[in-house]
Nanobody, 124 residues
Framework: QVQLVESGGGLVQAGGSLKLSCTAS????????MGWFRQAPGKEREFVAV????????NYADSVKGRFTISRDNAKNTVALQMNSLKPEDTAVYYC?????????????????WGQGTQVTVSS
């Protein structure tokens, strides 16, 4: 089982940027898709972005498309989420997740390892 640790969350004003990082240990991530999800207070966890094992394919939720960018560095066993033009509605706990296969979709069942999450708060 892989262990995932997120970092980079914090408080930012609307329109600002943050970069989240996810570091893995326990197994190499190079053979698995990686995703980011988020959960706002009182809401269900929702898909944000996914990147395939090689980084050659990405997919985003409509709500973040054009503002967020997911990337990975397999040599360092890390995945990042660059978030620009942040909005108050982006406020949530953000989770990194490792997929079950080289590609993964937007459903949480496509993933079998999860980090503890990092809080992102966007003030208006």
């Amino acid at each position: 089982q892989v262990q995932l640790v997120e970092s980079g969350g914090g408080l930012v004003q609307a329109g600002g940027s943050l970069k989240l990082s996810c570091t893995a240990s326990g197994r190499a991530l190079s053979s698995y898709a990686m995703g980011w999800f988020r959960q706002a207070p009182g809401k269900e966890r929702e898909f944000v972005a996914v990147i395939s094992w090689s980084g050659g394919s990405t997919n985003y939720a409509d709500s973040v498309k054009g503002r967020f960018t997911i990337s990975r560095d397999n040599a360092k066993n890390t995945v990042a989420l660059q978030m620009n033009s942040l909005k108050p509605e982006d406020t949530a706990v953000y989770y990194c997740a490792a997929g079950r296969d080289v590609y993964a979709g937007s459903h949480s069942t496509d993933y079998n390892s999860w980090g503890q999450g990092t809080q992102v708060t966007v003030s208006s």
